[in-house]
T-cell receptor, first 116, second 109 residues
Framework: ETGVTQSPTHLIKTRGQQVTLRCSSQ?????VSWYQQALGQGPQFIFQ???????GRGNFPPRFSGLQFPNYSSELNVNALELDDSALYLC???????????????FGEGSRLTVL | GQNIDQPTEMTATEGAIVQINCTYQ??????LFWYQQHAGEAPTFLSY????GLEEKGRFSSFLSRSKGYSYLLLKELQMKDSATYLC??????????FGGGTRVLVKP
């Protein structure tokens, strides 16, 4: 069983640029969530995708957007990067959508973004 | 809104017991999770409580009191490899988790 994989693992951008982060969900999982984790803090929910539709969003501006593809993989796009966007971006998959009772999330290793 | 509080840091000795407390205030409740995160790695699932009481899983136990908005994670027979950050997270509606800031546990020899 393949786990959640994310790419790239590390990247450096400058203010104003755009970035795309990618995630392949664990086999059999159709729900993908994205979290932002600043250094020394807990992960903050960005949004969740279920069956290619956004299914819940946290307190992040519209320049954070995403996609989910038919194979359940996902992208996180961030436009007009700001210094405060520097963080670890975690993708997590789970086996079901909103009806899942257990709700255990399986996290990828994350993409560490540095904005200069 | 949601508010989750846990201590920032705890230190304990190898072989000892440590209890990490988590208090929460949420609009809606559909389960509480504990995750372990080693430095530079992804969070990994430890436990899940949705009903009041104690869930035991080897050296780790987690307790929930919904009426008090309170949970704790108990780590017994501490090992050096238990040095990590422990994240308390609450699920309200859907499958969105709201995380606390994490408790960094340092195990000393």
């Amino acid at each position: 069983e393949t786990g959640v994989t994310q790419s790239p693992t590390h990247l450096i951008k400058t203010r104003g640029q755009q970035v795309t982060l990618r995630c392949s969900s664990q086999s059999g999982h159709n729900t993908v969530s994205w979290y932002q984790q600043a250094l020394g803090q807990g992960p903050q929910f960005i949004f969740q995708y279920y069956r290619e539709e956004e299914n819940g969003r946290g307190n992040f501006p519209p320049r954070f957007s995403g996609l989910q593809f038919p194979n359940y993989s996902s992208e996180l796009n961030v436009n007009a990067l700001e210094l405060d966007d520097s963080a670890l971006y975690l993708c997590a998959s789970s086996p079901k959508g909103t009806g899942n009772l257990a709700g255990e999330l399986f996290f990828g290793e994350g993409s560490r973004l540095t904005v200069l | 809104g949601q508010n989750i509080d846990q201590p920032t840091e705890m230190t304990a000795t190898e072989g000892a017991i440590v209890q990490i407390n988590c208090t929460y205030q949420t609009s809606g409740f559909n389960g509480l999770f504990w995750y372990q995160q080693h430095a530079g790695e992804a969070p990994t699932f430890l436990s899940y409580n949705v009903l009041d009481g104690l869930e035991e899983k080897g050296r780790f136990s987690s307790f929930l009191s919904r009426s008090k908005g309170y949970s704790y994670l108990l780590l017994k027979e501490l090992q050096m490899k238990d040095s990590a950050t422990y994240l308390c997270a609450v699920r309200a509606a859907g499958n969105k988790l709201t995380f606390g800031g994490g408790t960094r546990v340092l195990v000393k020899p």
